[in-house]
């Protein structure tokens, strides 16, 4: 059975969002949060080294957990989800990686250079709701540095 428009928009919206969610919980450490948001088999990789897949919801975690301390903002743009029926869908999104040193205390100084790169994201209809399948990410320019 095809999808109406109002379910074709509910499904984008909800894996927008997940973008967008899952690039606060990095900037605030949730690491856990964010391998949540995997499948049990998903598949990972960084935009600093995509051609390094990272396979299953607790390698996921233990790659996140094992980065130094930074304090980091995460702008996603230019965000296009496809839904191809009512249990998969996929996106295409830009993002751009601002980073400083950790510590207390805002405004911080930040890093001069940055990252522009994007993701490809799959995304399945879970037993608990909508999950990343795969999370694939890439790097299209360093600017500074």
Same mark, same amino acid.
């Given at each position: 059975?095809?999808?109406?428009?109002?379910?074709?928009?509910?499904?984008?919206?909800?894996?927008?969002?997940?973008?967008?969610?899952?690039?606060?919980?990095?900037?605030?450490?949730?690491?856990?949060?964010?391998?949540?948001?995997?499948? #049990? @088999?998903?598949?990972? !990789? +960084?935009?600093?080294?995509?051609?390094? &897949?990272?396979? /299953?919801?607790?390698?996921?975690?233990?790659?996140?957990?094992?980065?130094?301390?930074?304090?980091?903002?995460?702008?996603?743009?230019?965000?296009?989800?496809?839904? #191809? @029926?009512?249990?998969? !869908? +996929?996106?295409?999104?830009?993002?751009? &990686?601002?980073? /400083?040193?950790?510590?207390?205390?805002?405004?911080?100084?930040?890093?001069?250079?940055?990252?522009?790169?994007?993701?490809?994201d799959r995304f399945v209809r879970y037993k608990d709701g909508w999950k990343f399948s795969e999370r694939l990410g890439s790097?299209? &320019?360093?600017? /500074?540095?």
């Open positions: 059975m095809a999808l109406t428009t109002i379910e074709r928009a509910a499904i984008a919206w909800e894996c927008e969002r997940m973008i967008h969610l899952y690039s606060m919980l990095n900037d605030a450490g949730d690491f856990q949060a964010m391998a949540d948001m995997f499948t #049990e @088999d998903g598949v990972f !990789a +960084r935009p600093s080294q995509g051609d390094v &897949l990272i396979r /299953g919801r607790e390698a996921i975690l233990a790659a996140y957990a094992s980065r130094p301390p930074r304090f980091t903002r995460h702008m996603i743009t230019t965000m296009v989800v496809t839904v #191809e @029926d009512a249990d998969n !869908a +996929r996106a295409h999104s830009y993002l751009s &990686l601002h980073s /400083g040193q950790p510590g207390e205390g805002l405004p911080r100084p930040a890093e001069p250079a940055y990252l522009i790169g994007d993701f490809k790097l299209a &320019l360093k600017v /500074g540095g």
